[in-house]
């Protein structure tokens, strides 16, 4: 079992930062692949990054690519996502999620357990 608690979100300008992170409870933490997700208002929850147990490996969706990073420490049991030049329609609840399978998944059924979400919303 793993527990997820998502923190950092908030309100920014178009054009800046924002930095969200996921604490993960468990010993195991360094054994899951993890991955991010967000949900609009009316719309779809999406993959939005993801990376593998020993960092070596991500994938990001095509409309954050070059803005998004995703990183883990395995030694604090957190994983980040830092979002530059942010954009108006990056407004979304972040998620944060935990995978058993060994490749990064870019679906929600490839993902086992799930953070409560964290608002994200850029202004313009």
């Known amino acids: 079992q793993v527990q997820l608690v998502e923190s950092g979100g908030g309100l920014v300008q178009a054009g800046g930062s924002l930095r969200v992170s996921c604490a993960a409870s468990g010993r195991t933490f360094s054994s899951y692949s993890m991955g991010w997700f967000r949900q609009a208002p009316g719309k779809e929850r999406e993959f939005v990054a993801g990376i593998n147990w020993g960092g070596g490996r991500t994938h990001y969706v095509d409309s954050v690519k070059g803005r998004f990073t995703i990183s883990r420490d395995n030694a604090k049991n957190t994983v980040y996502l830092q979002m530059n030049s942010l954009k108006p329609e990056d407004t979304a609840v972040y998620y944060c999620?935990?995978?058993?399978?060994?490749?990064?998944?870019?679906?929600?059924?490839?993902?086992?357990?799930w953070g409560q979400g964290t608002q994200v919303t850029v202004s313009s």
């Open positions: 999620a935990a995978s058993r399978r060994l490749w990064v998944g870019t679906l929600r059924t490839d993902y086992d357990y």
